[in-house]
């Protein structure tokens, strides 16, 4: 396999207290990562300390065997994509605006076509904010589809099904699984975990508890021992408490 994200001794402090103790991790080209674990336990933190926007993380990140630390926002956005968990204007814009505002070089056609993607076509002249939650959280998505090209090899992803209702999670998860390029995805339902993974990185209690491929993460007594809950999964594959 090609390594394409490589982690060395990540960890994440808050004050003196470690959020996240050091731990190696490498991310591979193809592969599709679950990053698991209760509310607080650093899922985002993680995501930001990828994109290099948090300054509590310490750790030597490679992306496609170069440092980030080393790379210029410019490098890492041909190469990243990000989806955080919605979208908020910092002032009044119309939908097709926001799309276009992220990849400027790109036509209105093209712009249409994306949102007609992600359901919002009929919204582009509408206001972000007149949006309902489940349509603003899929402009992100839009926003971040607009901008992948042949260069990307990696997306991030903050709880991206949240707000969404099941034809749309659906939907989605089955758009994630028809992407070429490596996903690192924070989610909170277990059961989407099987829909759209290959892999899994599991937090608790201020460590990485457990990572590799679901059928050795995904198992009612590792998964008890993160959520501090008696969780079961049955033969379909199913969790439940």
Known sequence: MNTLLQCQQLSIRVGQKPLIAPFDWQVNV?????V??????????LLHALLGVDGR??????????????LSVQAQAQQRVWVPQRYDEPFTITVAQAVHSVAPDVSAAYVLKQLDVFGLREHAQAWVHQLSG???????????????????????????????DIVWQSWLLQYLREQKH?????????NQVRAFATHVLLLAE?????????????????LSEAFGVSLHIDDAGWVFV
């Not at 402009?139 to 991206?160: F, G, K, N, S």
Request: glycine share 10%.
């Open 30 to 34: 193809g592969e599709r990562w679950a």
């Open 206 to 222: 201020g460590k990485v508890l457990a990572q590799g491929e679901v059928v050795d993460v995904m198992r009612s007594e590792v």
């Open 36 to 45: 698991l674990g209760q509310n607080g336990v650093g899922k985002t933190a």
């Open 182 to 190: 490596a996903l690192i995805a924070t989610v909170h339902d277990l």
């Open 134 to 164: 489940g349509e603003r959280q899929r402009l992100t998505w839009a926003m971040a589809a607009v901008r992948v090209t042949d260069a990307t090899r990696l997306c991030l992803l903050d709880e991206p099904f949240s707000a969404q």
């Open 57 to 70: 993380c310490r750790s030597n990140i490679y992306l496609s065997g170069l440092p980030l630390s080393e």
